[in-house]
Each structure stands twice: as structure tokens, then as C-alpha cells.
């Protein structure tokens, strides 16, 4: 089991800046890929970003590349993802999912992941 814990949320104006953290517990943290995946009240659980074990491998959504940057500390148990000139458009509830993922192509897909946060919630007023 892989517990994933959440925080960092809050509100923000657009344009600011807000750091959400991803702090895991449990077996090896180290093996799994980390996602990132928002929802919106209405809409479905949409991928964002994540980082293989290694952080050899990086992947955004086309929304948020050059806005939000993906990094994880191994040592520290912790994934982050910095999240810069937010848009009202990024208010969702955030969530991190951890999966042993092997392949790029899995990483976008909220279902290959195994274990999941409770999320926390992002707010971007204009």
C-alpha cells in the first residue's frame, strides 16, 4: 500500500502562482510513477502532468506546458508540481495517483494508476 497525501491548494487571482505537494507513505515510493490529475465540478478526471520514478521521464497536458512544472524528491517521499500563470480555467480539484508504470503511453490514463489522494482544491478567480 502507498498512502498519497495532498497539499498546497488554495485560491488564487489569475496569473498567480501556487505549489501543491504530494507526500506519500507506505511501501517504496521510489518505485512508482507519480500523476497529477484535476477535476472540475461536472466534467471528468483529466490528466495533467507526471514523472516517472526516475524523473527521466516528464509528461504534460498541452494546457498546462510551459505553466506548471513537475518535479519529486525521492528522498523526501514527495512530488510537486509548481503551478505558474494559473487561468480560471485551472480550478479543479487536484489529484496525485501513483502507479508501477512502464510504458509513456500509460501515464496519461487516470486508470493505470493504482493508488490515489484525497485531492485538494485549487480555486483561480479572474
Known amino acids: 500500500q502507498v498512502q498519497l497525501t495532498e497539499s498546497g491548494g488554495g485560491s488564487v487571482t489569475a496569473g498567480g502562482s501556487l505549489r501543491l505537494s504530494c507526500a506519500a507513505s507506505g511501501r517504496t515510493f521510489s518505485n512508482y510513477a507519480i500523476g497529477w490529475f484535476r477535476q472540475a465540478p461536472g466534467k471528468e478526471r483529466a490528466f495533467v502532468a507526471a514523472i516517472s520514478w526516475s524523473s527521466d521521464s516528464i509528461y504534460y497536458a498541452d494546457s498546462v506546458k510551459g505553466r506548471f512544472t513537475i518535479s519529486r524528491d525521492n528522498a523526501k517521499n514527495t512530488v510537486y508540481l509548481q503551478m505558474n500563470s494559473l487561468k480560471p480555467e485551472d480550478t479543479s480539484v487536484y489529484y496525485c495517483?501513483?502507479?508501477?508504470?512502464?510504458?509513456?503511453?500509460?501515464?496519461?490514463?487516470?486508470?493505470?494508476?493504482?493508488?490515489w489522494g484525497q485531492g485538494t482544491q485549487v480555486t483561480v478567480s479572474s
Open positions: 495517483a501513483a502507479g508501477p508504470l512502464a510504458y509513456s503511453g500509460h501515464y496519461y490514463y487516470s486508470h493505470m494508476y493504482t493508488y
